[in-house]
């Protein structure tokens, strides 16, 4: 945000946003003209996918709502007449998934708990518009609508059941606005499967359904890259986004209306996508927005892989690698950041890798973190909140936020609030190389994200034995004349931010860590011509906060040490915390 291209990339998104802005009033103003479609009837509900828990049920009678880490209690109070403690608060709230727990909870009680939180939404004043009435939070919530319709239909009146058909047509009707007001793309694929719903479940929605599926066939050509990522090349985008596309694909078999060519490929693609991410311990690599990993959400979606099918290993346009040997796996990002518009998650981390040893992680990504303000959400974006390299501490990528002139800090707050921190500038040349040498499998990348500021280009190798037991890498900076400032007196800081419960301990003279891991796994980490440094770190992606933890530094001039040799070895045997050294056999 310091430098003068990406002053100009922001002002440039600012009046492409303004427009989008303008189209969007028109459309909205036009709309009103017209009257929303209400369907005659409901034909049947889809399958709700997502796990659900019958206690939360007690929670929501009792008005305790809790939701992304913060918590209310309304005190009889309307839950939406308080102003949301978070947005991600308030998107859960407003999005009604938590309908499927008063369903789990199979009382007439819950039903009736249900039934008239959906009407006070409807017909009160109450809520934060801003984000109910967004465009992701109303597809959600209609499809919430329709999957818990048994719930909240069931024992209504009949003047209730022609008010909820309403209300389905009035949702129908503003997601169709939004859309031709240019939603963002993937506001519009939401939009798209939360049409495709109402229209298969509900009698007389036939036109809607057949823009819907125009439309969801579209998105998912352009999102949906042929290797199975999302073109956010977020991992929890794909999880989400098939647990809403594979009830998709039994509606359309169950209407008997032929299922759009675009939405059997992706689903055929996504689930093997799911697996490159996926170690040994069931979580997801922490990439771009990757945090939490719900492990019942991920075994019961794994289930619907009819094919049971294999990790893919090379994911070239979503710009991943997995590299597997024994029971030791390695993902690495080697891809550059995603197109502006779906960035608002994507991070800093070109080059980084997580690494883990059969049910062990042992290297990984600081994650997205799921209960965080937003200085520590921009945070665990950075590059050093990434196992890689930075120049200067200076991220890879520059996002948009509330720095620099008064005119910027104006523009971006606008931007923020419309289109949310996307990515402005970043690596625009990225390569990456696998091959093999007597069953060792080698993988080599390089990207230009410091070349501007600092006249240097990144390239790292990494090369897993066929054992699995060692895991060699090398990282070099060369120099092509920088544009800000001698290179000379840059600095480069590679970290490997070590797992939450990883014992580290430094041994002779810095040239060796010794990595003893929770299930007493013993590994050794040596790098040339440094001495490597243990400091402490922070893993943001868990369910209640996050965890302290440590990493591995190592600190150089490039201009005078442009390579690094580093080494991960695992040890013979169990490695005891009082267990001298010298005796540490290696295999």
Known sequence: ?????????????????????????MVWSLSRLSSAPVPTRLLFAPQDLRTADPTIATDIYSGFFAFSGRAITTGGRSPFAFPPPSRAWGEALYGFGWLRHLRAAGTALAQANARSLVDEFVTSKLGDKRIA????????????????????????????????????????????????????????????????????????????????????????????????????????????????????????????????????????????????????????????????????????????????????????????????????????????????PLSQEAAAGCLSFEFSS??????????????????????????????????????????????????????????????????????????????????????????????????????????LAPKGNVLEGEDSFWSAGGQSGPSGTAQAIIRFHLAPGIKASRAQGGRVVMLVLPNREAWQFSALPVEAEIEDSVFLATADGMRRTEQIVLTVRPSETPTIRWRFERLARTFEPNQPQEQAELI
């Open 133 to 340: 009435c967004s465009t992701e939070i109303a597809a959600r919530r209609l499809m919430s609508f329709i999957s818990q319709s048994p719930l909240i239909l069931e024992g209504a009146d009949h003047a209730f059941y022609q008010r909820f058909l309403k209300i389905i047509g009035q949702h129908v009707r503003i997601l169709e606005r939004q859309i031709r007001a240019g939603a963002l793309p993937y506001q519009q694929l939401m939009a798209a499967i939360a049409l495709s719903y109402a229209g298969l479940c509900c009698e007389g929605l036939d036109r809607s359904l057949r823009r819907a599926s125009r439309l969801l066939a579209r998105e998912l050509d352009r999102q949906i890259l042929a290797d199975g990522g999302h073109a956010s090349r977020n991992p929890r985008i794909v999880v989400e986004l098939l647990f809403d596309l594979l009830p998709l694909r039994q509606m359309f078999a169950s209407r008997e209306v032929d299922t759009p060519e675009a939405l059997l490929r992706s689903v055929d693609r996504m689930l093997p996508m799911v697996r490159l991410f996926r170690h040994g311990d069931g979580t997801l690599s922490h990439f771009n927005g990757m945090g939490v990993t719900a492990a019942d959400h991920l075994a019961t979606l794994l289930t619907y892989d009819d094919m049971r099918s294999q990790p893919i290993h090379h994911a070239p346009l979503s710009g991943y690698e997995r590299l597997e040997a024994g029971r030791t796996l390695l993902v690495a990002d080697v891809g550059a950041p995603p197109p502006r």
């Open 358 to 463: 059969a049910a062990q992680r042992i290297v990984v990504n600081c994650g997205m973190p799921q209960i965080a303000t937003d200085p520590i959400i921009q945070a665990s974006r950075s590059t050093a909140a990434h196992s890689t390299a930075s120049i200067n501490d200076v991220s890879s990528c520059q996002i948009v936020d509330k720095k620099g002139t008064w005119l910027q800090r104006r523009v971006s707050a606008w931007l923020l609030r419309r289109v949310g921190p996307v990515i402005l500038s970043g690596p625009e040349r990225v390569a990456a190389e696998r091959s093999e040498r007597e069953h060792a499998q080698i993988l080599s990348a390089s990207h230009d994200g410091y070349k501007a500021r600092f006249g240097f280009t990144h390239e790292r190798r990494w090369q």
């Open 1 to 25: 945000m310091d430098f003068g291209p990406d002053r100009w990339r922001l002002y440039r998104l600012s009046l492409r946003e303004a427009g989008r802005a303008t189209r969007e009033s």
